[in-house]
């Protein structure tokens, strides 16, 4: 294990790359992004928590994160796309959709900043986590 100097977390590789200040909720972590992410930030937030108003917002890894029992989904701000986080999506019936976009084997989807952001597939995708949530 190693441990950063700076801000005292634990990790497994030496060394690691990581952010050493700490956000501790979902308003302060949009606040801390380029003035131009945020407005698209806070409406991802907004049909998030339209599509699941039962979940509470939480942050993990770093991220703005709800949770229902489980994880649901998490939003992260990159430089040149959102990264948006639900899981294994092999089974959703939107599989279709999502072929434009660019996926990691880890169900991170990626909407990048220079095209419109499909906020009604986040909502569908959203609201199908929460059908298939533990209760």
Known sequence: MWQCPKCGRDFKNT???HSCKKVASADE?????PAEIQPILKKVRATIRAA???AEERMS???????QGENLVHFAAQKKHLGFSSGDLSQAPFEQRLSGYHRSKGGVIQFPYDKPIDYQLITDIVKWRVSAAKK
């Open 15 to 17: 060394d690691q790359n």
């Open 29 to 33: 972590y949009i606040a801390a992004q």
């Open 52 to 54: 699941a108003p039962g």
């Open 61 to 67: 890894w770093q991220m703005p994160t709800y949770w």
